[in-house]
């Protein structure tokens, strides 16, 4: 009766070594997750940043005409 018992916990609350494959697993998909928002973050930082010094060094002025596309 209590083999039965501590099988059954077992069974319940899984094996040491699949709870840790799932800690590995679940800190992979995070950790990616977080890459997923901070790069395309980063890129547009960076193409605003060089935009902003494209536009304020202002050594070049180009002539604007009206009415033409």
Do not use: C, H
């Amino acid at each position: 009766m209590e083999d039965e018992e501590l099988t059954i916990k077992r069974a319940a609350m899984g094996s040491k070594p699949a709870k840790l494959v799932f800690l590995v697993a679940a800190m992979m998909f995070f950790a990616v997750l977080a890459l997923d928002i901070t790069l395309p973050a980063m890129v547009l930082s960076a193409m605003a940043l060089s935009n902003w010094l494209v536009l304020s060094a202002g050594t070049t002025q180009y002539p604007r005409r009206r009415g033409t596309a």
